[in-house]
């Protein structure tokens, strides 16, 4: 039997980009699944048209589902745990919403997820400008080293999750340490994780809300914010 299968995507001005990212994971969903549902989890405080154009899709499809995250709500943390809690199927996917994946190669996923609580994507030839890789593998060092954590790409949104995880796991960081965050605690209770390569594609349309204008470096904002969640994690880990 296809299993049945909650694909969530966190958006936050990307107007240019959900109806392509919808049309791609219906196109995968109605080849895999048996049943599915498609949930966009907007930032109320978007600025375009996404939320207008979520609305109009999820009118014509009702597998297709707004969920609004509210404005004191921010950051992409408190969009990932949206996402699990309106996610009504056993296995949850989710990726970034500016459609640098191939959608079609979550069907790469599927031999392994009766065996595997989570099944993490790591990105094959990173399509990102240089500064932003580079202080990505100093993130994954830190995290590594202070954490534990034993994949080797801990930040990268391609990812599936059994329900069993998400009814297990706590999340407590809301802004950039969600998608770590996961992992460590899915290894903490025990949970086997399973890694594949996925291929990266550069941004088409739209642009990060995480770096300085002009420059591919995580605003000062950003970098203490993730500070703060370490300390916010190491405490929840330890107590």
């Known amino acids: ?26 196109s995968v969903l109605k080849e895999v699944a048996g049943k599915y549902e498609i949930i966009i989890v907007v930032y109320e405080g978007s600025t375009d048209g996404t939320i207008g154009i979520v609305k109009g899709l999820s009118k014509k499809d009702k597998r297709i589902r707004l969920v609004i995250q509210p404005l004191r709500e921010k950051g992409v943390g408190w969009a990932i745990k949206m996402g699990f809690d309106a996610a009504k199927y056993e296995y949850i996917f989710y990726t970034d919403s500016d459609n640098q994946f191939d959608l079609r190669e979550f069907k790469r996923f599927l031999p392994y997820i009766e065996d595997y609580g989570v099944i993490a994507g790591y ?44 009814d297990k796991v706590s999340l407590v960081c809301m802004l950039g340490l969600g998608t770590t965050e996961l992992l460590v605690k899915a290894r903490k209770f025990g949970f086997r994780i399973k890694e594949i390569g996925v291929h990266h594609f550069p941004r088409r349309k739209g642009s990060s809300v995480f770096e300085s204008k002009g420059v591919s470096l995580p605003r000062v904002g950003v970098v203490l914010d993730l500070l703060r969640e370490m300390k916010r994690l190491w405490k929840d880990l330890h107590r």
Do not use: H
């Open 123 to 166: 990105r094959i030839n990173r399509q990102d400008p240089f500064l932003r890789i580079v202080t990505s593998k100093i993130y994954n060092f830190i995290i590594r080293s202070v954490f534990g954590a034993k994949e080797r790409d801990v930040d990268c949104a391609f990812r599936l999750v059994n329900k069993k995880v998400v």
């Open 1 to 26: 039997m296809k299993p049945n299968i909650s694909m969530f995507f966190p958006a936050y001005n990307e107007e240019e980009s959900v109806v392509e990212l919808v049309r791609n994971a219906e």
